[in-house]
């Protein structure tokens, strides 16, 4: 178990490193503009490691390894960490820590008052997300967990308003997340647990 959770580490880390050693090339390798180079690239990498988090539900039922669901809440936590880099680099390269700067952008720029909505998602799911939490919500600690799916819509939504007329990109992660939110209708997993099996069935029949 601790294997995994190293692995979990280096996974989530690797990327940090080569942006900031970018950011010291300056306009070199981020362009006249690197601040925002950056706060992009850090908003991505949290959405795809929130993709990432969503995604070890339906691998732990499809393949009946516990490992995954293992590593999920370290994973959410990294998602989250990303997000507060990301806004942290927006904070001090964009806005140049004025907080009055950024009341203006919450009030005139919606994607900006959308991010901040799924940020303080994010903080509620972050910090019920140890043991203590479960037990003191009981039930009602799964509910509240469920903000994750608003979080990613609101994710997706601030994403789209950034990226504005080239989407391709935007396409790729809410065609997965879209992916995602298929294998959490009933049945469906479950269907798709059985073509699998038969492929597989199928496949070991031709080999033999």
């Known amino acids: 178990m601790r294997y995994r959770l190293w692995r979990v580490v280096v996974f989530c880390v690797a990327p940090i490193l080569p942006?900031?050693?970018?950011?010291?090339?300056?306009?070199?390798a981020l362009g006249p503009d690197p601040g925002k180079v950056l706060v992009d690239r850090l908003g991505l990498a949290a959405l795809a490691l929130l993709l990432i988090t969503l995604a070890m539900t339906p691998l732990q039922r499809l393949s009946s390894w516990g490992g995954w669901l293992a590593v999920r809440r370290q994973l959410g936590l990294w998602c989250f960490a990303y997000v507060v880099l990301h806004l942290s680099v927006y904070a001090v390269f964009v806005l140049g820590l004025d907080g009055g700067q950024l009341l203006i952008d919450l009030r005139k720029r919606?994607?900006?008052?959308?991010?901040?909505?799924?940020?303080?998602?994010?903080?509620?799911?972050?910090?019920t997300s140890n043991r203590w939490s479960m037990r003191k919500l009981g039930r009602r600690w799964k509910v509240l967990h469920r903000l994750v799916y608003a979080v990613l819509a609101l994710v997706l939504l601030h994403?789209?308003?950034?990226?504005?007329?080239?989407?391709?990109e935007w396409l790729i992660y809410a065609t997965f997340a879209a992916f995602l939110m298929v294998l959490r209708i009933p049945g469906v997993l479950a269907r798709l647990n059985r073509w699998i099996s038969g492929f597989r069935a199928k496949s070991q029949n031709l080999s033999q």
């Open 159 to 168: 994403m789209l308003w950034v990226v504005r007329a080239d989407i391709e």
């Open 110 to 127: 919606p994607y900006i008052f959308v991010g901040a909505l799924a940020f303080l998602g994010l903080l509620a799911l972050a910090v």
């Open 19 to 28: 942006l900031f050693w970018l950011y010291q090339a300056w306009s070199f």
